[in-house]
């Protein structure tokens, strides 16, 4: 996937995909304050939509938004983006800046290693 969102396009993002789909009237509403313009909405759903992460139904006069691309599939995307760019596509040097540098607890490194026998657990059956 090669489509970025900026930001603001993220946050709108972020209401379709708990929404899964929303008119324009309801994006507004789930914006916090202070409320962007309509006409600034329209433009980040037109860029949304020539990136192809949006497409619209039409009802009338009014247009419901929904997302194309699944949030786990977008943000996947963005971490394997990270990981080659920063880590040389290690996942290994990914994971050890990841453990050594974001302040986790014993616990949490324990869930951690849990989820990835799990994983390894899954993939060996």
Do not use: H
Not at 17 to 25: G, I
Not at 44 to 62: A, E, H, P
Not at 76 to 105: H, P, Y
């Amino acid at each position: 996937m090669e489509a970025k969102l900026t930001e603001a396009e993220k946050n709108l993002m972020e209401i379709l995909w708990s929404r899964q789909s929303a008119f324009m009237k309801d994006i507004l509403e789930d914006c916090p304050e202070p409320k962007p313009a309509s006409t600034t909405v329209a433009t980040l759903l037109k860029r949304m939509q020539n990136k192809g992460l949006i497409d619209y139904r039409t009802f009338g006069n009014s247009r419901e938004y929904y997302p194309l691309v699944k949030k786990e599939d977008y943000f996947g995307s963005e971490v394997n983006s990270m990981i080659d760019r920063f880590f040389n596509r290690s996942v290994t040097q990914f994971a050890s800046f990841f453990t050594a540098n974001t302040k986790l607890s014993q616990a949490q490194l324990k869930e951690l290693r849990d989820m990835i026998d799990e994983q390894i657990n899954d993939e060996s059956c």
